[in-house]
């Protein structure tokens, strides 16, 4: 991992952290998949190809992963920072399984629950962004 994708991280855990009771290791803001009619997602959700609604989460929605739990928020952008809202889901790590895979300048990944919920999310991964979205992954996967 390079100094400034760390740095990127830093800027996107940083805004989060005092709304999470433990320490945040990796946050992400992504939208609903489906737009890119992603073959995964597609299996996954047992949809002929996206553009339906993936979930009940907000859109976009912003992401953070602790040791032990995963946080969704809203939020609001501002600039190149971002103002947390309101926490709206929290699953714990191990109780959820997560695939992903990187398709046309998109980072797509489906994460479900124990319970049976699915969770199909995607964020852009152009300009350097791959690399943050494989520390995201990394921290997700992280039992």
Request: with cysteine; proline share 4%.
């Amino acid at each position: 991992m390079t100094k400034k994708s760390e740095k990127q991280m830093a800027k996107m855990v940083d805004p989060v952290q005092p709304h999470c009771d433990e320490k945040i290791s990796a946050a992400i803001t992504c939208s609903h998949a489906g737009s890119m009619r992603s073959l995964l997602v597609s299996k996954l959700m047992g949809q002929g190809g996206g553009g339906g609604k993936t979930s009940d989460l907000p859109n976009p929605v912003f992401l953070a992963v602790g040791e032990k739990s995963i946080y969704a928020f809203k939020y609001a952008p501002r600039g190149f920072k971002f103002k947390i809202k309101q926490e709206v889901a929290r699953w714990q790590k191990d109780e959820t399984d997560v695939e992903y895979e990187f398709s046309g300048g998109m980072a797509t990944f489906v994460i479900s629950t124990k319970s049976g919920d699915n969770y199909a999310l995607e964020f852009p991964i152009v300009m350097g962004g791959k690399e943050l979205a494989e520390m995201f992954f990394s921290a997700l996967q992280a039992k």
